[in-house]
């Protein structure tokens, strides 16, 4: 059963930077998709950023591209999200996503498993 924790999460200051982290386990993920999602006070889940486990291509929203950057480490079955120049706009909690069918999807339906999520709190 595949298992995602994520962990990172806290409260900084406009422009500081945060990294979080997404501990995979559970099966081999060689072909999976890795996403991470976020979802504001009653806003719907957001698509944030993906990355194919194998070649390791990714995706950004609009939004965050240019500041957050997804990577994955094989050795230690994580992902991670680095995020700078954070904007209080970005507060919400992340949530990792994995999906076995190596596409890409944007929106949150299609992916398999989730994590519990990590709370980001922005400042101004």
């Known amino acids: 059963q595949v298992q995602l924790v994520e962990s990172g999460g806290g409260l900084v200051q406009a422009g500081g930077s945060l990294r979080l982290s997404c501990a995979a386990s559970?099966?081999?993920?060689?072909?999976?998709?890795m996403g991470w999602f976020s979802q504001a006070p009653g806003k719907e889940r957001e698509f944030v950023a993906a990355?194919?486990?194998?070649?390791?291509?990714?995706l950004y929203a609009t939004s965050v591209k240019g500041r957050f950057t997804i990577s994955r480490d094989n050795a230690k079955n994580t992902v991670y999200l680095q995020m700078n120049n954070l904007k209080p706009e970005d507060t919400a909690v992340y949530y990792c996503?994995?999906?076995?069918?190596?596409?890409?999807?944007?929106?949150?339906?299609?992916?398999?498993?989730w994590g519990q999520g990590t709370q980001v709190t922005v400042s101004s």
């Open positions: 990355i194919r486990w194998s070649g390791g291509s990714t």
């Open positions: 559970g099966r081999t993920f060689g072909g999976y998709v």
């Open positions: 996503a994995a999906d076995y069918r190596n596409l890409i999807a944007t929106m949150p339906q299609p992916w398999s498993y």
